[in-house]
């Protein structure tokens, strides 16, 4: 007994040994690794890789001569091969006064603004025709969006963070779920992984984390290719534009500028100097409407340049409330039927009205006489103010 409790003895400290030989290094590089772990990190967004060719990518200098759809603004027939292989993107990005200065909002060939909630406004940015990248903060959706969206033919891609889901008529993901659009041309980033959308802390520093959510339209366009099927066409192999109307447009004359060179209104704001009343001031030598927003100029941070427009449209629609007892109290708009509108371009104001039969439609714009108004070939801007605002210009 005594030999063997000598040889079990002798085993065990051999293996003691060898034990801490392996574990004692190891245990260094496991500290190690938890300190370089908890060091501070510069946070980065992800870097776009990929071979999807952009518009910059082509040659800028190339003829401009492809009149983009929805707009009528000239690019290159390689910029056209491009947009022609996929479909409308509309992207929610917000206007609360922290998300300022927001980011791709110049690139957009439209973009629609209403009240979300409580006087704040919000963007629908559409683009077809240009690239953006980064865009946001990227924030949820609304019945109203969905609704002008609906007119950019069959199965525009919508990207949103969420939305409002209080039952009842303001109740924008159950009208995704019966549009069918749920995780098919719907790009909700509950449902859409990283890296299509990604949190960005350092963009606007200092921020609540609501305004920090971003995307890239290469990036959604990329995974509404691949992971949905949507590309011009849909899984049926149906264009995106066949039930598609596009408004006309007209090259620019090179005329005298008119005297609406300032635009001038509020939302809920009846002084029209709060955080979210706007001013358009029209730049003469570029034609183009600069916008300042809460009395500073409104900047796109991609370009650190104002936002600049072609067209100004106020449409003016009946707002009234969901009643359906969410604190913030969500709205809704009228934006089928017919109402007013007043269209600025190069200094020019011209009084019409609108009127849209269904939410699949778009919008018809007609001056007093009846003629069908025609637009200036550039970037669109669409206000949309309750009936008995005032716009001064």
């Not at 996929?86 to 110049?106: A, F, T, W, Y």
């Not at 001031?281 to 927003?293: A, C, D, G, I, Q």
């Not at 849209?356 to 069908?372: P, Q, V, W």
């Not at 206000?383 to 210009?393: M, S, T």
Request: positive net charge; contains cysteine; aromatic residues 12%.
């Amino acid at each position: 007994m005594n030999k063997k409790l000598a040889v079990y003895t002798f085993v065990f400290f051999i293996s003691y040994i060898a034990g801490i030989s392996v574990v004692y290094p190891l245990g260094n590089k496991l500290k190690k690794a938890t300190k370089d772990v908890s060091s501070p990190i510069v946070y980065e967004p992800p870097i776009e890789k990929t071979n999807t060719t952009t518009q910059e990518d082509v040659n800028p200098t190339a003829p401009k001569t492809e009149p983009c759809p929805l707009n009528g603004k000239l690019y290159s027939k390689d910029q056209r091969k491009i947009w022609e292989k996929r479909r409308p993107l509309g992207i929610m990005v917000e206007n609360h006064k922290d998300s300022r200065p927001q980011s791709g909002l110049q690139n957009a060939d439209i973009i629609y603004e209403a009240v979300a909630e409580g006087g704040i406004t919000r963007f629908l940015a559409v683009y077809y025709c240009q690239d953006a990248n980064p865009v946001g903060p990227v924030r949820s959706a609304r019945v109203y969006f969905i609704q002008l969206l609906q007119a950019y033919g069959e199965n525009p891609l919508y990207a949103h963070v969420g939305g409002a889901n209080t039952p009842g008529p303001a109740d924008a993901l159950s009208l995704i779920k019966k549009l069918g659009w749920k995780l098919y041309n719907d790009l909700d980033q509950f449902s859409v992984p990283f890296p299509y959308f990604w949190r960005d802390y350092e963009r606007l520093k200092n921020r609540a984390v609501e305004h920090t959510v971003y995307t890239s339209t290469a990036k959604l366009w990329r995974f509404a290719a691949q992971k949905r099927r949507l590309t011009d066409v849909d899984k049926k192999g149906i264009r995106w534009d066949e039930s598609f109307t596009a408004w006309r447009f007209k090259d620019e004359e090179n005329n005298q500028l008119g005297d609406a060179r300032e635009i001038s209104f509020g939302f809920w704001e009846k002084n029209r100097t709060g955080n979210y009343s706007v001013v358009w001031k029209l730049n003469p030598e570029t034609r183009l409407y600069e916008r300042e927003n809460g009395g500073r100029p409104h900047i796109d941070l991609n370009r650190k340049k104002p936002l600049a427009f072609k067209t100004i449209i106020i449409l003016f629609s009946k707002e009234s409330s969901a009643n359906d007892g969410y604190p913030g109290g969500h709205l809704l708009y009228q934006l089928k039927g017919k109402g007013e509108a007043i269209i600025f371009s190069n200094g020019k104001a011209e009084e019409a009205t609108w009127s849209r039969r269904e939410y699949t439609d778009n919008f018809s714009f007609r001056a007093k006489n009846g003629k069908e108004i025609i637009f200036e070939r550039g970037k669109i801007f669409v206000e949309i103010l309750p009936i008995g605002n005032k716009v001064e210009y």
